[in-house]
Protein backbone atom coordinates (compact mmCIF):
# COMPACT_ATOMS: atom_id res chain seq x y z
CA UNK A 1 0.00 0.00 0.00
CA UNK A 2 1.78 3.77 -1.29
CA UNK A 3 1.84 6.50 1.30
CA UNK A 4 -1.03 7.92 -0.40
CA UNK A 5 -3.47 5.00 -0.13
CA UNK A 6 -2.30 4.80 3.57
CA UNK A 7 -3.27 8.95 3.84
CA UNK A 8 -6.71 7.85 2.64
CA UNK A 9 -7.62 6.25 5.98
CA UNK A 10 -7.45 9.49 7.93
CA UNK A 11 -9.97 11.42 8.90
CA UNK A 12 -9.30 15.22 8.08
CA UNK A 13 -10.92 17.11 10.39
CA UNK A 14 -12.67 20.50 10.42
CA UNK A 15 -12.28 22.63 13.34
CA UNK A 16 -14.21 21.21 15.71
CA UNK A 17 -13.23 17.67 14.92
CA UNK A 18 -16.67 15.86 14.21
CA UNK A 19 -16.60 12.09 14.37
CA UNK A 20 -16.18 9.83 10.69
CA UNK A 21 -16.83 6.33 10.68
CA UNK A 22 -17.01 5.77 7.45
CA UNK A 23 -12.85 5.87 7.59
CA UNK A 24 -10.85 3.80 9.47
CA UNK A 25 -8.64 6.10 11.67
CA UNK A 26 -9.58 9.52 12.96
CA UNK A 27 -7.07 12.43 13.94
CA UNK A 28 -7.96 14.52 16.89
CA UNK A 29 -8.09 17.90 17.02
CA UNK A 30 -6.85 19.08 20.08
CA UNK A 31 -3.74 16.84 20.71
CA UNK A 32 -3.62 15.16 17.00
CA UNK A 33 -3.43 11.16 18.14
CA UNK A 34 -4.80 9.07 15.86
CA UNK A 35 -7.16 6.77 16.89
CA UNK A 36 -9.22 3.69 15.29
CA UNK A 37 -12.75 4.18 15.17
CA UNK A 38 -14.06 1.33 16.96
CA UNK A 39 -11.49 2.79 19.87
CA UNK A 40 -12.97 5.91 19.75
CA UNK A 41 -16.73 4.79 19.65
CA UNK A 42 -15.59 2.63 23.08
CA UNK A 43 -13.97 5.57 24.72
CA UNK A 44 -17.85 7.37 24.13
CA UNK A 45 -16.38 9.52 21.30
CA UNK A 46 -13.69 10.87 23.57
CA UNK A 47 -10.02 10.98 22.81
CA UNK A 48 -8.17 8.22 24.33
CA UNK A 49 -5.15 10.47 24.80
CA UNK A 50 -5.95 13.94 26.01
CA UNK A 51 -9.76 13.21 26.29
CA UNK A 52 -11.34 15.81 24.12
CA UNK A 53 -15.04 15.45 23.39
CA UNK A 54 -16.00 14.94 20.22
CA UNK A 55 -19.49 16.39 18.86
CA UNK A 56 -21.94 13.44 18.73
CA UNK A 57 -25.36 13.13 17.20
CA UNK A 58 -28.48 13.12 19.73
CA UNK A 59 -28.85 9.10 18.75
CA UNK A 60 -25.10 8.75 19.64
CA UNK A 61 -26.05 10.24 22.75
CA UNK A 62 -29.27 8.01 23.17
CA UNK A 63 -27.11 5.23 22.55
CA UNK A 64 -24.59 5.97 25.48
CA UNK A 65 -27.24 6.97 28.33
CA UNK A 66 -29.90 5.04 27.82
CA UNK A 67 -30.50 1.58 29.10
CA UNK A 68 -30.48 -0.81 26.15
CA UNK A 69 -33.83 -0.72 24.17
CA UNK A 70 -35.76 1.24 26.63
CA UNK A 71 -36.27 4.36 25.01
CA UNK A 72 -40.02 5.27 24.14
CA UNK A 73 -40.27 8.25 21.86
CA UNK A 74 -42.94 10.40 22.19
CA UNK A 75 -44.34 13.27 19.92
CA UNK A 76 -42.88 12.24 17.16
CA UNK A 77 -45.85 13.78 15.04
CA UNK A 78 -44.91 17.23 15.77
CA UNK A 79 -43.73 19.28 12.92
CA UNK A 80 -43.00 23.22 12.47
CA UNK A 81 -44.58 24.97 10.23
CA UNK A 82 -43.53 28.74 8.50
CA UNK A 83 -46.37 31.20 10.23
CA UNK A 84 -44.05 34.14 8.65
CA UNK A 85 -43.24 32.54 5.01
CA UNK A 86 -39.97 33.78 6.25
CA UNK A 87 -37.04 34.04 3.61
CA UNK A 88 -33.35 34.53 4.39
CA UNK A 89 -30.83 33.17 1.86
CA UNK A 90 -33.65 29.40 1.81
CA UNK A 91 -37.00 29.80 2.62
CA UNK A 92 -37.61 28.58 5.92
CA UNK A 93 -39.24 25.64 4.49
CA UNK A 94 -36.69 24.30 2.65
CA UNK A 95 -34.50 24.91 5.56
CA UNK A 96 -36.80 22.75 7.42
CA UNK A 97 -37.06 19.93 4.65
CA UNK A 98 -32.81 19.92 4.93
CA UNK A 99 -32.91 19.41 8.55
CA UNK A 100 -35.16 16.02 7.94
CA UNK A 101 -33.24 14.86 5.02
CA UNK A 102 -30.17 15.06 7.75
CA UNK A 103 -31.13 13.58 10.83
CA UNK A 104 -35.17 11.79 8.92
CA UNK A 105 -36.38 13.93 11.81
CA UNK A 106 -39.10 16.87 12.04
CA UNK A 107 -37.86 18.62 14.77
CA UNK A 108 -33.96 19.75 16.66
CA UNK A 109 -35.42 17.69 20.01
CA UNK A 110 -35.92 13.98 20.37
CA UNK A 111 -38.25 13.28 23.42
CA UNK A 112 -39.57 10.52 25.54
CA UNK A 113 -39.17 8.08 28.45
CA UNK A 114 -36.26 6.06 29.13
CA UNK A 115 -33.96 3.91 31.81
CA UNK A 116 -30.72 4.97 32.65
CA UNK A 117 -29.66 2.42 35.13
CA UNK A 118 -32.88 1.12 35.47
CA UNK A 119 -34.58 4.68 36.63
CA UNK A 120 -37.08 5.58 35.27
CA UNK A 121 -36.86 9.61 33.66
CA UNK A 122 -38.00 11.70 31.25
CA UNK A 123 -35.29 13.04 28.62
CA UNK A 124 -34.96 15.58 26.23
CA UNK A 125 -32.08 15.55 23.79
CA UNK A 126 -31.05 18.27 21.16
CA UNK A 127 -29.62 17.68 17.75
CA UNK A 128 -27.09 19.96 16.60
CA UNK A 129 -27.36 18.20 13.04
CA UNK A 130 -31.32 19.96 12.45
CA UNK A 131 -30.63 23.54 12.29
CA UNK A 132 -28.22 24.03 14.49
CA UNK A 133 -30.00 22.50 17.15
CA UNK A 134 -32.34 25.89 17.27
CA UNK A 135 -35.18 26.73 19.66
CA UNK A 136 -38.43 27.00 17.75
CA UNK A 137 -42.28 26.43 18.80
CA UNK A 138 -42.07 22.50 18.17
CA UNK A 139 -39.30 22.29 19.94
CA UNK A 140 -40.40 24.05 22.89
CA UNK A 141 -43.80 22.06 22.90
CA UNK A 142 -41.65 18.58 23.59
CA UNK A 143 -39.67 19.90 26.32
CA UNK A 144 -43.27 20.83 27.89
CA UNK A 145 -44.75 18.19 27.37
CA UNK A 146 -41.57 16.40 28.66
CA UNK A 147 -41.90 18.02 31.84
CA UNK A 148 -45.72 17.41 31.75
CA UNK A 149 -45.40 13.51 31.98
CA UNK A 150 -43.10 14.41 34.66
CA UNK A 151 -45.32 15.72 37.21
CA UNK A 152 -47.78 13.52 36.23
CA UNK A 153 -45.42 10.33 36.55
CA UNK A 154 -43.24 12.00 39.43
CA UNK A 155 -40.43 11.27 37.38
CA UNK A 156 -36.61 13.42 37.00
CA UNK A 157 -36.61 15.43 33.77
CA UNK A 158 -33.57 15.49 32.34
CA UNK A 159 -32.57 18.22 29.02
CA UNK A 160 -29.57 18.19 27.13
CA UNK A 161 -28.57 20.86 25.51
CA UNK A 162 -26.62 21.41 22.09
CA UNK A 163 -28.17 24.46 20.21
CA UNK A 164 -27.36 27.73 18.57
CA UNK A 165 -30.28 29.41 20.52
CA UNK A 166 -33.35 30.44 19.27
CA UNK A 167 -34.85 29.73 15.86
CA UNK A 168 -34.84 32.99 13.85
CA UNK A 169 -37.26 31.81 11.33
CA UNK A 170 -39.84 31.90 13.74
CA UNK A 171 -38.71 35.52 15.14
CA UNK A 172 -41.16 36.02 18.61
CA UNK A 173 -42.92 32.22 18.48
CA UNK A 174 -39.46 30.87 18.74
CA UNK A 175 -38.50 33.83 21.74
CA UNK A 176 -41.91 32.86 23.47
CA UNK A 177 -40.58 29.08 23.86
CA UNK A 178 -38.23 30.45 26.52
CA UNK A 179 -40.81 32.15 28.80
CA UNK A 180 -42.81 28.53 27.88
CA UNK A 181 -40.44 26.50 28.77
CA UNK A 182 -39.28 28.06 32.18
CA UNK A 183 -42.86 28.25 33.26
CA UNK A 184 -43.08 24.68 33.34
CA UNK A 185 -39.76 24.40 34.96
CA UNK A 186 -41.48 26.00 38.07
CA UNK A 187 -44.56 23.62 37.59
CA UNK A 188 -41.98 21.01 38.16
CA UNK A 189 -40.25 22.46 41.01
CA UNK A 190 -43.60 23.06 42.87
CA UNK A 191 -44.09 18.96 42.12
CA UNK A 192 -41.07 19.06 43.97
CA UNK A 193 -39.28 17.03 41.10
CA UNK A 194 -35.90 17.38 40.38
CA UNK A 195 -34.74 18.39 37.10
CA UNK A 196 -30.93 18.08 35.50
CA UNK A 197 -29.54 20.23 32.88
CA UNK A 198 -26.70 18.88 31.22
CA UNK A 199 -24.51 21.32 28.37
CA UNK A 200 -22.72 19.99 25.79
CA UNK A 201 -20.96 21.98 23.09
CA UNK A 202 -22.20 24.20 21.79
CA UNK A 203 -24.74 26.00 24.18
CA UNK A 204 -25.50 29.24 23.11
CA UNK A 205 -28.01 32.12 22.39
CA UNK A 206 -31.90 31.53 24.29
CA UNK A 207 -31.44 28.04 24.89
CA UNK A 208 -29.00 29.10 27.60
CA UNK A 209 -30.72 31.99 28.79
CA UNK A 210 -33.55 29.74 29.71
CA UNK A 211 -34.15 26.51 30.64
CA UNK A 212 -30.48 25.11 30.22
CA UNK A 213 -29.27 27.41 33.07
CA UNK A 214 -32.66 26.62 35.08
CA UNK A 215 -31.33 23.07 36.29
CA UNK A 216 -31.52 22.02 39.86
CA UNK A 217 -28.10 20.50 39.16
CA UNK A 218 -26.29 21.99 35.52
CA UNK A 219 -23.99 19.73 34.27
CA UNK A 220 -21.68 20.34 31.36
CA UNK A 221 -18.92 17.88 29.62
CA UNK A 222 -14.90 18.88 29.55
CA UNK A 223 -14.49 21.97 27.19
CA UNK A 224 -17.90 22.88 26.34
CA UNK A 225 -18.49 25.88 24.57
CA UNK A 226 -21.58 27.93 26.69
CA UNK A 227 -22.68 31.30 26.29
CA UNK A 228 -25.18 33.78 25.32
CA UNK A 229 -23.49 35.72 22.11
CA UNK A 230 -20.40 35.19 20.53
CA UNK A 231 -17.11 36.52 21.85
CA UNK A 232 -16.78 38.58 19.02
CA UNK A 233 -20.06 40.43 19.23
CA UNK A 234 -19.49 40.41 23.34
CA UNK A 235 -16.23 42.58 22.20
CA UNK A 236 -17.57 44.83 20.45
CA UNK A 237 -20.34 45.77 22.46
CA UNK A 238 -18.51 46.28 25.89
CA UNK A 239 -15.57 47.31 23.96
CA UNK A 240 -13.20 45.37 26.13
CA UNK A 241 -10.90 42.49 26.23
CA UNK A 242 -12.45 39.18 27.53
CA UNK A 243 -10.98 36.65 29.72
CA UNK A 244 -9.24 33.44 28.33
CA UNK A 245 -11.75 30.42 27.68
CA UNK A 246 -14.52 32.64 29.14
CA UNK A 247 -16.84 30.17 27.57
CA UNK A 248 -15.90 27.01 28.08
CA UNK A 249 -16.97 24.75 31.15
CA UNK A 250 -14.17 24.98 33.22
CA UNK A 251 -14.15 28.71 33.30
CA UNK A 252 -18.01 28.37 33.73
CA UNK A 253 -17.38 25.91 36.87
CA UNK A 254 -14.41 27.95 38.30
CA UNK A 255 -16.84 30.79 38.46
CA UNK A 256 -20.23 28.97 40.17
CA UNK A 257 -22.20 28.88 37.10
CA UNK A 258 -22.49 25.49 36.87
CA UNK A 259 -22.10 22.49 39.07
CA UNK A 260 -20.00 19.96 37.92
CA UNK A 261 -18.52 18.74 35.05
CA UNK A 262 -18.60 15.18 33.74
CA UNK A 263 -16.92 13.37 31.46
CA UNK A 264 -19.47 12.14 29.02
CA UNK A 265 -17.92 7.99 30.01
CA UNK A 266 -19.46 8.91 33.46
CA UNK A 267 -22.25 10.66 32.73
CA UNK A 268 -24.97 7.99 32.76
CA UNK A 269 -23.91 6.77 36.22
CA UNK A 270 -23.59 10.30 37.29
CA UNK A 271 -27.34 10.98 36.27
CA UNK A 272 -28.53 7.75 37.73
CA UNK A 273 -27.13 8.64 40.64
CA UNK A 274 -28.32 11.99 41.16
CA UNK A 275 -32.23 10.64 39.93
CA UNK A 276 -32.00 8.17 42.67
CA UNK A 277 -30.78 10.67 45.31
CA UNK A 278 -33.43 13.05 44.48
CA UNK A 279 -36.41 11.45 43.75
CA UNK A 280 -38.06 8.69 45.95
CA UNK A 281 -37.30 5.00 45.05
CA UNK A 282 -40.97 3.75 44.27
CA UNK A 283 -40.60 6.87 41.56
CA UNK A 284 -37.70 5.52 39.71
CA UNK A 285 -37.89 2.11 39.66
CA UNK A 286 -40.25 0.34 36.69
CA UNK A 287 -40.16 -3.04 38.63
CA UNK A 288 -40.12 -3.17 42.47
CA UNK A 289 -38.93 -5.35 44.72
Known sequence: MGFSDFLKNFKREDSRGKKDTSTHWTKCVSCGALMYNKELLENSYTCSKCSYHFRISAQDRLGLICDKDTFCEYDTDLEPNDPLGFVDKKSYTKRIEEGYTKTKRKSAVISGETLINSIEVQLAIFDFAFMGGSLGSVEGEKIVRTINRAIVKKQAVIIIATSGGARMQESTYALMQMAKTSAALNKLAQAKLPY???????????????????????????????????????KQTIGADLPQGFQTSEFLLEHGLIDMIVSRKDLKKTLSDLVSILVPYENTHLYNS
Open 196 to 234: ISVLTDPTFGGVSASFAFLGDIIIAEPGAMIGFAGARVI
